[in-house]
């Protein structure tokens, strides 16, 4: 049985992505070319962040506008030491974490006392207000950001260069990935999906829903400045435009593109979104006048997303079964 | 603090409110009535901005600009009503956020295509490029007359919603829109129209604002935040409420940013003011947002139900 399940297109392609960014590393040694190394790390990292975001709006039904603060504050968290000369990873990540933490407690707390198109526009407020704060700090480089000198060292894991962020990086996410897993049918996530359908009938049932969607954004945030602080150590760069409104927005984009609320949604929105943003600039430098309608068409269309479209592929169509139905009945078989 | 500057500052959050009222009575009303989540109101006032640029350029004169700016905008509103939003009415707020999401990057860069990435200048009309003597303090003319015209804008509205047919049917179609249309009145229409009629406020906007702000790809998106904060603090839906929080938020933005690093200095050291100062005014509105919703999540002026 789980042999089958795992032949499915709607898994099965995304265990290939995995194997694909895995061998990444070693293809692009062995062609001399860094920057897939940089290009891929990108990937990889805002797939992390559209996991966090994923968890928030997928399975708690929160629209969050303001994941960039996360990500923003995950930066400035290794930024800000290493402009004090303070290069211990430790150092980062716990200030990453109490950072996160604490600010997406706070403006939970006040959010999640509206709902709706206000919740949406809290949510952005909050993130422009980091966004502001961030540049108007003048000392630590205000609108034109800072370099990241010193860049987060564990122990012996440096991740000044870009090929251990990549493999850092590359571990965290399918880590991510496995948990977000593991949460979205654990007790904890069916009563987070169930407020996202019927709050009410959450709280009818003895359980608080306002204190699962609270941790759920607490944790969703925490996870984004994690995937900030492995931004900063890629670029060894922050500025605020990490925090600006629009990268908030492409992080929906990403996890609806994906296919939201579904496990691998982010992996594949995140590679599919800045594939597709390489490849237009290649063509053109006025590449967003032709990815702005094809986000409008993708709203227009629905959200099924990716991970619709490949779930499609996972039933056999009744009659006429074409070669890719067919590899997957027989390994169904088997 | 001197006086003076005290008056001009205050005039000058008053212009900004006006301002900002213009923006948010269409999108309070296109959130309030269809609910619906405009992001791509910032365009229409970037277009109508434009707009009045070339037309200003190609005329000289300000009045065709201003009026250019409005008709582009009602009919670019009405067109994309048609296309794009009235498609997406009965969908959830995450793809409204989507859409109109992808026609922001859409118009700005159209914008960066077709006029280039640098900023246009435009001219104060020259009727009113002087200043105006107030007990001997000068003001200049222009801001004095965007404040007068926010007003009667202001006052216009107000009319047609509560003394017009039309407005009557607005004010309907906000409570029970199937009932409206199932009395016989064109219920998609009417939505055209007041989607229509709230793109060519934020024209006018970006066309009045032009000679104050530079005109540039993106000049549409820090505005329609503020908006959006001066919406969620007068109640979402509410044109009155949308007024009063546009100017609490124009006066509590320009004073803050013209007296918070002064009254800072004077309880802290210099350098932490100067650090602190400009960051918290900056912030100032979205701390008022965020204590407003925190203690009356419905807004200051929700609108009365029922």
């Known amino acids: ?334 | 603090m001197s006086g003076t500057l005290l008056l001009a500052q205050t005039l000058n959050g008053l212009q900004y409110g006006v301002l900002l009222f213009l923006l948010a009575a269409g999108l309070t009303l296109v959130f309030g009535i269809m609910s619906f989540v405009n992001l791509a109101h910032g365009s229409l006032y970037m277009m109508g901005a434009y707009s009045a640029a070339v037309a200003r350029e190609a005329t000289g004169s300000f009045a065709i600009a201003v009026l250019a700016a409005a008709g582009v905008a009602l009919v670019l509103g009405m067109v994309l009503e048609l296309a794009v939003v009235s498609r997406l009415y009965r969908r959830d707020h995450l793809d409204h956020v989507l859409a109109t999401f992808g026609l922001v990057l859409f118009f700005n860069e159209l914008v960066r295509m077709v006029w280039g990435p640098q900023p246009y200048f435009v001219q104060v009309p020259e009727l009113l490029s002087g200043t105006v003597d107030l007990f001997g303090f000068t003001y200049p003319s222009y801001r004095f007359a965007i404040i007068a015209a926010g007003l009667l804008v202001a006052g216009g509205s107000y009319l047609l919603i509560h003394k017009t047919r039309v407005g009557m049917l607005i004010r309907a179609g906000a409570q029970n829109p199937q009932m409206v249309g199932a009395l016989g009145v064109n219920i998609r229409l009417l939505n055209a129209l007041l989607f229509g009629l709230g793109a060519m406020l934020a024209g006018l906007a970006g066309a009045v604002a032009g000679p104050i702000l530079s005109v540039q790809s993106g000049m549409g998106e820090p505005v329609l935040i503020t908006t959006l904060v001066v919406i969620v603090i007068g109640g979402i839906g509410s044109v009155s409420g949308a007024f009063y929080a546009a100017l609490i938020v124009g006066l509590v933005d320009t004073l803050g940013r013209a007296f918070l690093p002064m009254m800072l200095r004077q309880v802290a050291e210099r350098p932490i003011a100067d650090a602190a100062g400009p960051a918290l005014a900056s912030m100032s509105v979205y701390f008022l947002m965020a204590i407003v919703l925190a203690f009356r999540p419905q807004g200051l002026f929700p609108i009365k139900q029922g």
């Open chain 1, 1 to 334: 049985m789980k042999n089958a399940n795992a032949l499915r297109p709607s898994t099965l392609v995304p265990l290939l992505v995995f194997a694909g960014l895995a061998a990444v590393p070693l293809v692009a040694t062995a062609m001399d070319q860094p920057f897939y190394i940089a290009f891929f790390g990108r990937i990889v990292i805002y797939a992390i962040a559209a996991s966090a975001l994923n968890l928030a709006l997928g399975y708690g039904g929160l629209v969050s506008f303001g994941h960039a603060l996360f990500l923003g504050l995950g930066g400035y968290a290794v930024a800000m030491p290493s402009f004090m000369n303070i290069g211990d990873g430790w150092i980062h990540l716990v200030l990453c974490l109490v950072a996160s933490g604490v600010t997406a407690l706070i403006t939970g707390l006040i959010s999640l006392r509206t709902s709706g198109i206000a919740f949406i526009m809290i949510t952005l407020a909050f993130a422009q207000m980091g966004y502001f704060l961030f540049v108007s700090l003048k000392n630590f480089g205000g609108d034109d950001g800072i370099p990241v000198t010193f860049t987060s060292r564990f122990g012996p894991v440096d991740l000044g260069s870009p090929m251990t962020v990549y493999v850092v990086s590359l571990v965290v996410l399918m880590l991510t990935t496995w948990w977000l897993a593991r949460l979205r049918v654990s007790p904890f996530g069916m009563t987070l999906r169930g407020a996202q359908q019927n709050a009410r009938r959450i709280n009818a049932i003895g359980l608080n829903a306002l204190r699962y969607q609270l941790a759920a954004y607490v944790l969703s945030g925490m996870l984004c400045a994690v995937a900030g602080m492995l931004l900063a150590n890629l670029n060894a760069y922050v500025s605020p435009s990490t925090l600006s409104w629009t990268v908030s927005g492409e992080l929906i984009v990403m996890v609806v593109l994906g296919g939201i609320g579904s496990v691998f949604a982010p992996l594949l929105g995140a590679l599919v979104f800045l594939g597709l943003e390489e490849l237009l600039k290649a063509f053109t430098e006025h590449w967003m006048a032709i990815f702005g309608p094809l986000i409008v068409l993708m709203a227009l269309a629905g959200k099924r997303g990716i991970v619709g479209l490949l779930q499609r592929l996972d039933q056999p169509p009744p009659a006429a079964a074409r070669g890719v139905e067919s590899v997957h009945v027989k390994g169904e078989a088997g």
